[in-house]
Every structure is written in C-alpha cells, then in structure tokens.
C-alpha cells in the first residue's frame, strides 16, 4: 500500500512556502518535511485538518492512494 502526500502540489498551487505553512499550522519544519516526503506513519486528524484549512483544501487533495504494482501489503 502506498500513500502519496501532495503537500508540496499544494503549497505550489496556494503560492505558500513551507515555513508558511508550518507557522500557520503549528507544526515543526522538521515534522512538516516528514509528512511531506512520506516518511511518517501516521498523522492526527487535528493535524491534517489544520493543514487542509491553511491550504483551503479537501484531505483528498493532500492524500493519495496507489496500490502496489505486486498487489501485497506491506504491513
């Protein structure tokens, strides 16, 4: 299973900096650059909340689903 975060679509369609971002959200560059390389494991709805309302956005926007191409889990 794989998900994509388009964090970084948004901020390029919002003309908003990854700084911005985290001020508005309340969240720390370092754990900003984890969800958004899709290094992290897990996020709080509050969180992706925050981020959808400072991107003006939908959780789909941000979030992305792609199967694996070999049709296993990775659990």
Known sequence: M??????????AKRKMSV????ERVGITMAN???LKNG???AI???TLEAIC????????DIL???SDEKGQSED
């Open 64 to 66: 992305e689903y792609k």
């Open 44 to 46: 709080r709805f509050s």
């Open 2 to 11: 794989a998900i994509i975060i388009n964090i970084d679509v948004m901020l």
């Open 39 to 41: 290094k992290a494991k």
């Open 32 to 34: 900003l650059s984890i």
């Open 19 to 22: 700084t911005e971002l985290s």
């Open 53 to 60: 309302q400072a991107l003006d956005c939908q959780p789909g």
